[in-house]
C-alpha cells in the first residue's frame, strides 16, 4: 500500500517562503511520477507542478512558474515544493500524489494522494 505523508506548509506573510516536503512509503518510489496539487475552499483541486521519475523534467501551473520548484531524492523517498514569493492567492491546501503517467498534470491521472496541508498566506 502506497503511503504519502506531508510535512511543512504554514502561515507565512505575502512575499514570504515556505518549504512543503511528501515522504512516500510501499512503493519503488522512482517508478512514479510526483506531483503537487492545492484546493483553495469552495474550488476544485488545481495541479500546481509535476515531476518525472528521474527528476529530469518538471512541468509547472502558469500561475506557479517561476516561483516554485518542485524537486526529488529518489534514495530518500521524498519530493519536495519549495515556495518563494508567495501570495494571498496561494492560500490552500496542498496535496502531493503519486502517479503512472509521464507528466500528468489532471487529478485523475494520480492514483495515490497525501493527506494535505494547510498553506495560508497573509497580506
Known amino acids: 500500500q502506497v503511503q504519502l505523508v506531508e510535512s511543512g506548509g504554514g502561515l507565512v506573510q505575502a512575499g514570504g517562503s515556505l518549504r512543503h516536503s511528501c515522504a512516500a512509503s510501499?512503493?519503488?518510489?522512482?517508478?512514479?511520477?510526483m506531483g503537487w496539487f492545492r484546493q483553495a475552499p469552495g474550488k476544485e483541486r488545481d495541479f500546481v507542478a509535476t515531476?518525472?521519475?528521474?527528476?529530469?523534467?518538471?512541468y509547472y501551473a502558469d500561475s506557479v512558474k517561476g516561483r516554485f520548484t518542485i524537486s526529488r531524492d529518489n534514495a530518500k523517498n521524498t519530493v519536495n515544493l519549495q515556495m518563494n514569493s508567495l501570495k494571498p492567492e496561494d492560500t490552500a491546501v496542498y496535496y502531493c500524489?503519486?502517479?503512472?503517467?509521464?507528466?500528468?498534470?489532471?487529478?485523475?491521472?494520480?492514483?495515490?494522494w497525501g493527506q494535505g496541508t494547510q498553506v495560508t498566506v497573509s497580506s
Open positions: 500524489a503519486a502517479g503512472s503517467i509521464w507528466r500528468a498534470i489532471k487529478s485523475y491521472e494520480y492514483h495515490y
Open positions: 510501499g512503493c519503488t518510489f522512482s517508478s512514479y511520477q
Open positions: 515531476i518525472t521519475w528521474s527528476g529530469q523534467t518538471t
